[in-house]
């Protein structure tokens, strides 16, 4: 056996315990902060840090949508601010 270690890369996006993250889309940011009638900075936040972010590779200033499975309401959508970090 070698001196040297594999490190696999794995995709926090692919376990089973991490619900759907993907990124909005521009125009999706623009409905999703009309519709609740708010600046963006008043989401929660997830940072930049976050390994689904670096995974998803979104910037400060993105929203991010996450779609849970839940047994009483089927499925529960929240949404995260990416902040430096």
């Not at 889309?25 to 409905?31: A, L």
């Not at 708010?38 to 996450?66: A, M, Y």
């Amino acid at each position: 056996m070698s001196g040297k270690s594999v490190k696999k890369k794995i995709n926090v996006l692919e376990h089973e315990l991490v619900p759907k993250h993907e990124a909005l889309k521009p125009e999706e940011v623009v409905e999703l902060l009309k519709n609740l009638g708010i600046r963006p900075e008043q989401l929660p936040w997830i940072r930049v840090s976050d390994p689904v972010s670096r995974e998803l590779g979104v910037k400060p200033g993105d929203i991010v949508r996450i779609v849970r499975k839940s047994p009483t309401a089927g499925e529960s959508v929240a949404y995260r601010f990416v902040v430096s970090g």
